[in-house]
């Protein structure tokens, strides 16, 4: 299985911030990654596929890019309704893998 | 808009059998991959296992020895039965559409979940 290990496990930042998650795969993955804002009680939305295509209708300020191992998710100007959970996921192989999850928390 | 609902028992005794049904409207079934996707209370997500339209299946090996994974395309329902539960299978369960890459910038392999049911917490309890 491919492991995805994602940092930092959590974050608090302000309005306006510029926040970065990253996430590191156990083996190279090309660019066979995708990100995914989680809220409380909600399922998770797809934000970014294939390490940097934004989904239709999420804002511009979330960006994706890398390739290989290494990934970073940026959200340029951090809004009050960013809170939520992130989670990177590989679909190089399967079994499909999710990383463990970071918290963004809004200061 | 596709639109997912998960539907079966929310309570299910340990040693005993979890079956969920999901049904897909406002799209078609096929030519898509379907997944159950599990997350337990406060952990993260932990995909079970996919099948295609035609029947293909892929499962997760840390849980293949207890999975199935069935489709009805003639009724837009795809199932997942897990037997011999335990409580460490209490979690909630999505289900969730995969699909590829179809635009310019990325390759048609490059597959993603883009849509998923608003999830059922089913508790493996005496």
């Known amino acids: 299985d491919i492991q995805m290990t994602q940092s930092p496990s959590s974050l608090s930042a302000s309005v306006g911030d510029r926040v970065t998650i990253t996430c590191r795969a156990s083996q190279k993955i090309s660019t066979y990654l995708n990100w995914y804002q989680q809220k409380p009680g909600k399922a998770p939305k797809l934000l970014i596929y294939a390490a940097s295509s934004l989904q239709s209708g999420v804002p511009s300020r979330f960006s994706g890019s890398g390739s290989g191992t290494d990934f970073t998710l940026t959200i340029i100007s951090l809004q009050p309704e960013d809170f939520g959970t992130y989670y990177c996921q590989q679909s190089y192989s399967y079994p499909r893998t999710f990383g463990q999850g970071t918290k963004v928390e809004i200061k | 808009q596709v639109h997912l609902q998960e539907s079966g028992p929310t309570l299910v005794k340990p040693s005993g059998t979890l079956s969920l049904t999901c049904t897909v409207s406002g799209g078609s079934i096929s030519s898509y991959y379907w997944n159950w996707v599990r997350q337990p209370p406060g952990k993260g997500l932990e995909w079970i296992g996919s099948?295609?339209?035609?029947?293909?299946?892929n499962y997760n090996p840390s849980l293949k020895s207890r999975v199935t994974i069935s489709i009805d395309t003639s009724t837009d329902q795809f199932s997942l039965t897990l037997y011999s539960v335990t409580a460490a299978d209490t979690a909630v369960y999505y289900c969730v559409r995969q699909r590829g890459c179809g635009g310019s910038g990325c390759y048609s392999d490059q597959y993603y979940f883009d849509y998923w049911g608003q999830g059922t917490l089913v508790t493996v309890s005496s």
């Open positions: 099948i295609y339209s035609s029947g293909n299946t």
